[in-house]
């Protein structure tokens, strides 16, 4: 089991307080720690809208612009962590900031929930395989989503060959590619994790699975990803929730995360236990081992609370995520006002997140296909990009 710290942006562009976030980190048990790697311009349109953070109502992409940091700055990060004796592993979210990420030679390269759909993205990283281990975070998709995903990361190899390349030993912790269940919205309510859902996607790509989770309570995801399975738990932390981070509000403080390792290490000790007396009776004693950590469990939660959480194991669109499905998640977008006539080039369509205000644009998987296309209609910096903008009106 790897437990990773989502340090993400929370450092909000100090390296002192990177640091701090590391140690502390370390010092609650994590294995590895996890940071994002922002170009604002690679993720929104600077018109995308605005956010209530605790200091106020901001500009969605002068937030993320704030949060750009120096190649040097992930470089003395991931250098720290090696320090502590942690790995370190980033989130790219564009052509960019993917190759400065690979050339400061990471331990894993994570691929948040909303760039599940980032096609040119995905396919760079394709090329990466069987080298730099890949997750894949799943929040905010389908299931055909993440089927097109895994396609492309592997570039038409199988997980053996990428595997048998890129783990000689075994002291590599990640496999070539994992996959996190993940419900993204936050706070994500428990009750519709669907935890489960570690089970079933590892079934259907035959891939190690695990869970990036997004909800308050410290033990509850976790320890249920850990009982089905799951080999990866990721989680924000914060060293305060009154800090004024994105996600901030939503991650947990040192504190609060060693508790959450404390309770997942118990689970996989437990896990172990039942699996050698499995082992040695000839048995297959998994469904004991789960049956006694949910019977742990349920001195602190309800019944129907852990029912809810486990959910049905149906990889669906959450009811908290259902309003987000086509903003969050990445959509073609103009890079700048056109007009009629005028042919499409690479520099004038982007791959963006929607978010709040703008109308999201067709899949970036059709990206390719609109270079030397010309408008039938003018249209505006940021608006999606939509088939009928090349279509002649009768």
């Known amino acids: 089991m790897t437990i990773i710290a989502e340090i993400g942006t929370s450092h909000g562009g100090s390296l002192q307080k990177a640091f701090e976030l590391i140690d502390a980190a370390a010092e609650a048990g994590a294995d590895c720690v996890k940071f994002q790697w922002v170009y604002a311009d690679e993720i929104l349109h600077p018109d995308t809208g605005f956010v209530k953070l605790p200091g106020g109502t901001v500009r969605l992409y002068s937030s993320f612009k704030s949060l750009e940091c120096s190649p040097d700055f992930y470089s003395r990060c991931l250098e720290h962590a090696h320090e502590k004796g942690m790995l370190f592993a980033c989130s790219p979210f564009g052509l960019r900031s993917l190759e400065q990420l690979s050339a400061i030679q990471p331990d894993a390269i994570k691929i948040a929930s909303p760039e599940v759909n980032h096609v040119p993205l995905l396919k760079k990283c394709s090329q990466l395989y069987g080298t730099v281990p890949v997750i894949i975070s799943s929040g905010v998709s389908r299931l055909s989503d993440i089927e097109?995903?895994?396609?492309?990361?592997?570039?038409?190899?199988?997980?053996?060959?990428?595997?048998e390349e890129m783990r000689p030993d075994s002291k590599q912790p990640f496999s070539p590619l994992t996959l996190l269940h993940c419900l993204t919205f936050y706070p994500a309510p428990e009750e519709e994790y669907n935890v489960r859902c570690v089970e079933t996607l590892r079934a259907i790509f035959g891939i190690p699975t695990g869970i990036s989770d997004h909800s308050t309570d410290p033990v509850l995801v976790p320890v249920l990803s850990a009982s089905l399975g799951g080999t990866i738990i990721e989680k924000h932390i914060t060293l305060s929730r009154k800090d004024s981070g994105l996600d901030d509000p939503v991650a947990l403080?040192?504190?609060?995360?060693a508790a959450m390792v404390h309770a997942v290490r118990q689970a996989s000790a437990l896990l172990e236990r039942y699996k050698k007396e499995g082992e040695a009776s000839g048995r297959d004693l998994s469904a004991q081992a789960q049956e006694e950590i949910f019977r742990q469990l349920s001195y602190e939660y309800t019944e129907e609370r852990l029912c809810a959480a486990l959910g049905s194991g149906v990889k669906k669109l959450a009811p908290a995520e259902l309003q987000n499905y086509g903003r969050t998640n990445r959509s073609l977008h103009y890079s700048r006002s056109m007009?009629?006539?005028e042919k499409i080039t690479e520099k004038d369509i982007s791959v963006l997140r929607t978010e709040k205000i703008l109308p999201p644009g067709i899949s970036p998987e059709f990206l390719e296909e609109l270079t030397g296309a010309r408008l039938t209609q003018d249209v505006r910096s940021g608006d999606?990009?939509?088939w009928l903008h090349f279509l002649q009106k009768d």
């Not at 097109?148 to 038409?156: M, T």
């Not at 403080?253 to 995360?257: I, T, V």
């Open 253 to 257: 403080e040192p504190e609060q995360f």
């Open 148 to 163: 097109k995903a895994v396609e492309l990361i592997r570039g038409g190899r199988s997980i053996s060959d990428a595997d």
């Open 384 to 386: 999606g990009v939509q």
């Open 339 to 341: 007009k009629k006539g």
